[in-house]
């Protein structure tokens, strides 16, 4: 059987017979043995993304050699800061042949290929007046290191809140896409020195629900969540006692507990004697007390 030679450039994502394909590079740098008749071969780039998250650039004299990657969640827009990941890509080919057939075939490997960064954002208005919710510049894959794909914030106008989505797109097919949560963090509340006096808007209004049920209808349940997913969360220890506090006051068995073990001194021991006072073994056991009749 007579051999021939093909190649095809592994930049691109198709499946092809071996009769349809054209364009043949001079110079091929490798080859496979494949059969010569019947045979179909996909080419395509496999990518993935390493790390992700706020971007810090490493430069040397003055000129930027990468960046460092740190996770954050969620993003805080700021002047001068950006944010991305880094991928590597490798080119894969698929191929398809009959066990009792055997020819050649060149295929010439890419050191590099363009594509093309998509990013979709919240509105953003220019200077102009223009509003636009996608962005997107051409750069170049290189195989075998890493790459870098950053947004910076550059101008006021781009610092809004909302879900960014990053995309590298080779020719109309997406390679990698990730997601950010960009938005301010909010601002943790001041400390909690008695029960039912928040500043309201300091809290998300799942928690304000809660908030609401347990102070004005005196809801132990709502008293007990409030503390748990709430000011527990904001590591402000003295305002959830008080607030588990209540909910035990209210006859809230698993609030005493919680106070107790968030409480020292006399106060762990005052919260652990109404826990038991409600029949509550753990908190007997706490204190060394039986269960009540």
Request: glycine share 6%.
């Amino acid at each position: 059987m007579n051999s021939m030679k093909f190649t095809r450039s592994l930049s691109i994502i198709c499946l092809l017979s071996l009769s349809a394909c054209s364009n043949i590079p001079d110079d091929p740098v490798s080859t496979v043995d494949i059969a010569e008749s019947s045979i179909e071969h996909s080419v395509g780039i496999n990518a993935s993304i390493d790390a992700k998250g706020l971007a810090t650039p490493r430069t040397m004299n003055g000129m930027i050699l990468g960046y460092d990657i740190t996770p954050s969640f969620p993003i805080a827009p700021k002047l001068g800061s950006g944010f991305g990941f880094t991928y590597t890509a490798s080119v894969a080919v698929n191929m398809i042949k009959n066990d009792n057939a055997s020819a050649k075939i060149l295929v010439d490997v890419p050191r590099k290929v363009p594509v093309t960064i998509i990013v979709k954002h919240p509105e953003i208005t220019s200077t102009d007046g223009t509003v636009t919710t996608e962005s997107s510049w051409n750069d170049t894959l290189y195989f075998g290191r890493p790459n870098y794909v950053i947004w910076n914030f550059e101008t006021e106008s781009e610092l809004v809140s909302g879900k960014w989505t990053v995309s590298v797109v080779e020719k109309g097919t997406e390679l990698v896409s990730q997601s950010f949560l960009v938005m301010n963090a909010p601002t943790k509340p001041a400390k909690i020195t008695q029960v039912c006096t928040l500043d309201e808007s300091k809290y998300p209004p799942h928690l304000i629900s809660e908030y609401q049920q347990c102070c004005m209808n005196d809801n132990a349940s709502a008293c007990y969540q409030f503390a748990w997913k709430g000011v527990e969360r904001f590591k402000d220890t003295v305002g959830a006692i008080l607030y588990y506090g209540r909910a035990c006051e209210l006859g809230d068995i698993s609030g005493c507990r919680r106070a107790g073990q968030m409480s020292e001194g006399d106060s762990e021991a005052k919260w652990f004697n109404k826990g038991c006072d409600l029949r509550d073994f753990d908190s007997c056991f706490e204190i060394g007390r039986s269960l009540p009749n």
